[in-house]
């Protein structure tokens, strides 16, 4: 027997993600415009960055806070109590080395092995492949598609509940459709949650990026204070800090020592150095995430309108996150179709077989980029469909 025959099932099962496997094949492509992974054009401002490095270079790189420093996990109390209206203590967060890591100590919190989760589809890839990593099962329901609008009918989750459920991963706004719950909604999952006695995940990272007044709905405007949800969140998104890998954990302060054991167990905590940075944008970046939206608003505009006007393409502009979700009429198999746009457009989206049930069908466009750059691959997948 070889090494690669004696790794573990887990290991060996886990899926080599289907949008990185088209950015593999075009990352070198000269000129290519990439609209494939998830995060904007934009490096991480200097409001941010700046203090990060004044703290790595005045010697800040001991040791520290497993959940958190105290300064960073307050002006997340802060934080929350400016967007959500809600004043939380300071011991519901859990600093984490990424959204990424923020849902896996959630997931390694709430399942054993064997145990299900339901997750609403079409969805973003990583939530299930690390679920299957622990050992739990991921479990669609799918929302509901028709006219090019997304919406979701809560009797598809309450049909896969079964006695071996133990949570709900309900990302809203959604990666990849945008779809965002409207407060009935939350409402509507929460009563799920209650009565089946399970607990939600609940990945709002998108909440600021929505195109109607103020943010999306989320949970903290329904929710109880003895309600089993746990939020993960990223600084990744709203900052332009997706390389930084640095998110949270917002959960009941009676398991938040639970989450941290998790933390020691698997990075011992988040550079302290980097933590000044997440602080500095916790503190002075609402006007940046402001800019930020309207300038994915504008792009989605664009972007949107220039597929539709081609007459090959459904779709509609999202509610919120920054993505675009459509489909080309006479496509069909769209991983071939994304490599194919990335050869004769020059353009790198992700395809729609990376997102579960539901999505298979469709291509993914992150749009939070310069407009130039929107109109240059608008014009290029037109020209692309109408040659099809």
Request: net charge negative; with cysteine.
């Amino acid at each position: 027997m070889n090494q690669f025959d004696s790794l573990s099932r887990r290991a060996f099962e886990a899926p080599e993600s289907g949008i990185v496997a088209v950015v593999n094949h075009g990352r070198l492509k000269p000129g290519l415009i990439p609209l494939w992974a998830g995060e904007g054009d934009q490096s991480t401002p200097d409001f941010i960055a700046r203090p990060a490095a004044d703290a790595l270079l005045s010697g800040e790189t001991f040791y520290t806070w497993q959940r958190g420093i105290p300064e960073l996990r307050q002006a997340l109390v802060d934080y929350h109590s400016r967007h959500f209206g809600r004043q939380l203590p300071l011991d519901s967060f859990c600093v984490t080395g990424s959204g990424m890591q923020a849902i896996k100590i959630a997931i390694e919190a709430v399942v054993d092995p064997g145990d299900e989760v339901v997750q609403l589809t079409p969805a973003w890839p990583n939530f299930a492949a690390a679920l299957r990593l622990s050992g739990g099962v991921p479990v669609a329901a799918e929302l509901d598609y028709i006219d090019g609008r997304w919406s979701l009918d809560p009797g598809r989750i309450a049909s896969v509940i079964t006695p071996r459920t133990r949570a709900l991963f309900i990302n809203s706004p959604s990666n990849p459709t945008g779809w965002t719950a409207t407060r009935e909604d939350l409402v509507a999952i929460l009563e799920l949650a209650r009565k089946h006695g399970l607990w939600i995940i609940a990945d709002e990272i998108y909440t600021r990026f929505f195109y109607a007044a103020g943010r999306a709905p989320s949970f903290l405007d329904v929710m109880d204070d003895n309600d089993r949800i746990l939020f993960v969140n990223t600084f990744s998104k709203n900052w332009s800090m997706t390389g930084w890998r640095v998110g949270w954990i917002m959960a009941p302060p009676s398991i938040i020592q639970v989450l941290e054991n998790s933390v020691q167990y698997q990075t011992s905590g988040v550079a302290q150095f980097m933590q000044k940075g997440a602080l500095a944008a916790l503190q002075s970046g609402d006007d940046y995430v402001d800019a930020q939206v309207a300038k994915a608003a504008s792009a989605r505009d664009l972007f949107c309108d220039a597929l539709t006007s081609t007459n090959r393409v459904v779709t509609q502009k999202p509610d919120g996150a920054f993505y675009a979700f459509f489909r080309i009429d006479g496509v069909s198999d769209t991983k071939a179709a994304a490599i194919d746009i990335v050869d004769r457009a020059g353009v790198g989206l992700a395809p729609g077989t990376a997102f579960d049930r539901g999505g298979e069908s469709f291509l993914r466009a992150c749009f939070l980029r310069r407009l130039d750059h929107i109109e240059e691959a608008a014009n290029r997948l037109a020209s692309y469909i109408s040659a099809l």
